[in-house]
Every structure is written in C-alpha cells, then in structure tokens.
Nanobody, 128 residues
Framework: QVQLVESGGGLVQAGGSLRLSCASSGRTFSNDAMGWFRQAPGKEREFVAAISRRGDSTNYADSVKGRFTISRDNAENTVYLQMNSLKPEDTAVYYC?????????????????????WGQGTQVTVSS
C-alpha cells in the first residue's frame, strides 16, 4: 500500500522560509512523478509545484514561481518543497501527491486529477 507522509509545516512570519518533506513508501518512488498542492480555508485545492520522476523537469504555479523550489531524492524516497519569502496568502494545508508511471518520461503534471495517491497534508501558516 502506497503511503505519503508530509512534514515540516508550521507557523512562520511573512518573509520567512519553511521546507516541507514528503516521504513515500509502498512503491518504487523513482517510477512516479510527484506534485505539491495546497488548499486554503474556503478555497479549492490548487496546484503548487510538480517534478518528473527523475527530477529533470519541474513546473510551478505562477503565484510561487521564484519563491518555491521542488526537489526529490529518489535514494531517500522523499520529495521536498523549499518555500522562501513566504506571504500570508501562502497559508494553507499543503499536500503531496504521486502519479504512478509505467514508462520513462520527463513529464510533469499540474492537475490534481492526474495523481493517484495523496498524503494527509501539513498545515502552513504565515503571519503578517
């Protein structure tokens, strides 16, 4: 059974940084593309960042481009989201997600419907 466990969320002041981690188990992690999404109170879940199975392609939402960096360590079965210059509007529950792949590709995926499995989420709160 595939499991994703996020960590690293918390409370930070505007302008600060946080690093989220998402540990995967139950699958060959390096086979799957990964993504980060977030959901703020009263809003729909939105795409944040995505990374290809080998980490050679990445993609970001315009709202986080230049501030957030997605990366992965396939040896550690972990995907990361480094978040810098945080703003109050970044406050949300952050979820990592995985898309099962059975072929070699450097594709990245922006739609939540492209992902097969999800973590439980970690809260990020940015105070002004």
């Amino acid at each position: 059974q595939v499991q994703l466990v996020e960590s690293g969320g918390g409370l930070v002041q505007a302008g600060g940084s946080l690093r989220l981690s998402c540990a995967s188990s139950g699958r060959t992690f390096s086979n799957d593309a990964m993504g980060w999404f977030r959901q703020a109170p009263g809003k729909e879940r939105e795409f944040v960042a995505a990374i290809s199975r080998r980490g050679d392609s990445t993609n970001y939402a315009d709202s986080v481009k230049g501030r957030f960096t997605i990366s992965r360590d396939n040896a550690e079965n972990t995907v990361y989201l480094q978040m810098n210059s945080l703003k109050p509007e970044d406050t949300a529950v952050y979820y990592c997600a995985g898309r099962q792949l059975y072929y070699r590709t450097s594709s990245v995926y922006r739609s939540e419907y492209d992902y097969n499995y999800w973590g439980q989420g970690t809260q990020v709160t940015v105070s002004s």
